[in-house]
């Protein structure tokens, strides 16, 4: 059992990651080919930075599977001096229901941390939400 604890990640970075990767497989519609990566010292994000993180993935992805026709999602969180999170699927615009409230919430939060959220739609269709928070001093 020694040479297990040798090998194993910090636990920071595997709780957050596994937090991340169960939030995703929670939300994302059965069926749709997701793709996750990690970049950066995950373990580093504090705890309160990663429950924020965590609530913005659910969201994001829940409103991300949500699209129409969508077939396709990536999520991509990076960390380095500060916590990027981006969520993109392969179709254009948001349903009604995440606009308002839910994506209000997403960037009242953000702001809150001193970071921001941004929507988009790629020129080739793909929806793209970008969550960043500064890591905490």
């Given at each position: 059992t020694a040479i297990f604890s040798l090998h194993t990640s910090p636990s920071g970075a595997t709780r957050?990651?596994?937090r991340l990767?169960?939030?995703?497989?929670?939300?994302?519609?059965?069926?749709?080919?997701?793709?996750?990566?990690f970049v950066g010292p995950v373990s580093v994000v504090d705890a309160t930075l990663a429950?924020?993180?965590e609530d913005f993935v659910r969201a994001a992805v829940g409103a991300?599977?949500?699209?129409p026709d969508v077939s396709r999602l990536s999520v991509?969180?990076?960390?380095g001096d500060e916590l990027r999170i981006r969520v993109s699927a392969d179709s254009q615009g948001l349903p009604e229901e995440s606009t308002?409230?839910?994506?209000?919430?997403?960037r009242r939060v953000a702001e809150e941390l001193g970071g921001s959220l941004t929507v988009e739609t790629s020129p080739d269709s793909?929806?793209?939400?970008?969550w960043v928070a500064p890591l905490p001093d």
């Open positions: 957050l990651r596994q990767e169960a939030a995703i497989a929670e939300c994302a519609v059965i069926g749709l080919r997701t793709m996750v990566q429950d924020h993180a991300a599977s949500r699209l991509l969180v990076e960390v308002a409230a839910n994506l209000a919430d997403m793909e929806t793209i939400l970008r």
